[in-house]
């Protein structure tokens, strides 16, 4: 039987953990599949703090602020983010010290890396490097090293960190998403029509992309 194609639009953040865990569901549930269905997937840019000056702030503090958030249940949502990623491979170290970065260049590069059909293993090494290695995802150094990693052209990725390319396909992207109602990441949408919301189990990926490949 020939795998149905289908378009994968997944609009999230690389500082946004539900959408790691988004992300690493809707891949295991892709596997769970096997060959019933053949993906394509493209990250749409979302910024949860796009004003966030370049220096970044600390999460907590941030946090606090943002949601009216007690430090204690920043905490306890921290560990529930921990316990839901660990099973799905994704670990993270986040604790009161971490920062929030501004996401902008990230985003650029990933807007770069599809084109060159690098955006997949660029986006799991963001993710990496933000959740798990505390690294800070603004930086130039830290985005040119994470470009030469997937095998990225240093020179190119350089050249696009240091002017403005791509900045206006971004911003774009992210006011197409805004105005259709995208208020909240992670977001993924099935042949531009089924939305699924949040950082769903891998079942719920698994069960609504069947049901969307194989209509009754």
Wanted: hydrophobic residues 40%; aromatic residues 6%; proline residues 6%.
């Amino acid at each position: 039987m020939k795998p149905v194609p289908i378009k994968i639009d997944f609009v999230s953040d690389v500082s946004c953990p539900w959408c790691a865990i988004g992300l690493a569901s809707l891949r295991q549930a892709l596997a769970n599949l096997g060959g019933e269905v053949a993906a394509e997937i493209h990250f749409q840019p979302f910024e949860l703090n796009p004003q966030m000056p370049r220096e970044g702030e600390n999460s907590t503090e941030h946090l606090m602020r943002k949601y009216g958030s007690t430090a204690e249940q920043i905490d306890a949502n921290r560990e529930n983010i921990r316990a839901r990623g660990e099973p799905l491979g994704v670990t993270f170290r986040m604790d009161r010290n971490s920062r929030v970065y501004n996401t902008f260049d990230a985003h650029r590069l990933l807007h770069w890396a599809e084109l060159e059909r690098k955006h997949v293993p660029l986006k799991q090494v963001l993710l990496r490097a933000y959740f798990t290695d505390g690294n800070d995802v603004s930086d130039h150094a830290v985005l040119l090293r994470l470009a030469e990693e997937v095998s990225l052209d240093a020179a190119e990725a350089e050249r696009i960190l240091t002017g403005d390319t791509y900045a206006d396909d971004v911003r774009a992207q992210e006011q197409f998403y805004l105005q259709h109602g995208i208020q909240s990441v992670p977001a993924t949408i099935i042949n531009d029509r089924h939305l699924i919301s949040g950082g769903q189990p891998p079942e719920a990926f698994e069960q609504a992309l069947r049901q969307i490949a194989n209509p009754a």
